[in-house]
């Protein structure tokens, strides 16, 4: 009688041990990228925050209506009460905004309102020639709102320049 010999398909434990380690090794790799990605993507959603502000702001500025000196503005309780001075480059409106992009405070308030998470700092500019009706604005976004760009650096920034017809 002839006995057969039977063939064990498997891994060794060398071959197991060898996978694990590469396995590991590729898993420490990805979890390192984790922490840059993670603060990519919150830095992400704050410019889109500050984005979304700064578009509000605009939108605020076109749609508000030229007045004759002397006459107040009949702008209701909406918009952020930005009128500009626009005759003259004059001292830049600044408001705060929380971090879900509503208004917090009033304009020019000193210091920031506690919930403020974004300063936006409108400075105006003449027309570049007499007589011309559109009017400029740099519209500047940044944040943490208790930094003053003046005087220290924030986190970030968003900023645009509009042409507004005035």
């Not at 009688?1 to 041990?17: D, N, P, T, W, Y």
């Not at 605020?60 to 005759?87: C, I, Y």
């Not at 936006?120 to 760009?149: F, N, R």
Request: aromatic residues 8%; charged residues 15%.
């Amino acid at each position: 009688m002839k006995l057969r010999s039977r063939s064990v398909a498997g891994f060794s434990l060398v071959e197991i041990v060898l996978a694990l380690g590469v396995a590991a090794f590729c898993l420490i790799a990805v979890m390192g990228t984790l922490p840059v990605a993670i603060k990519i993507q919150q830095a992400s959603v704050q410019q889109t925050k500050a984005n979304a502000i700064i578009s509000q702001i605009a939108d605020d500025l076109r749609a508000d209506v030229r007045l004759p000196p002397g006459q107040t503005s009949k702008e209701s309780t909406q918009g952020f009460q930005l009128h500009g001075d626009w005759a003259a480059q004059a001292t830049p409106d600044t408001l705060y905004f929380t971090n879900d992009a509503t208004q917090t405070g009033s304009v020019n308030q000193s210091p920031p309102p506690t919930d403020a998470v974004f300063r936006a700092k409108i400075t105006y500019y003449t027309p570049p020639t007499p007589g011309y009706t559109t009017s400029l604005a740099d519209i500047k976004v940044t944040w943490p709102a208790q930094v003053d760009p003046a005087t220290g650096t924030p986190a970030g920034s968003v900023e645009t320049f509009i042409a507004v017809n005035r």
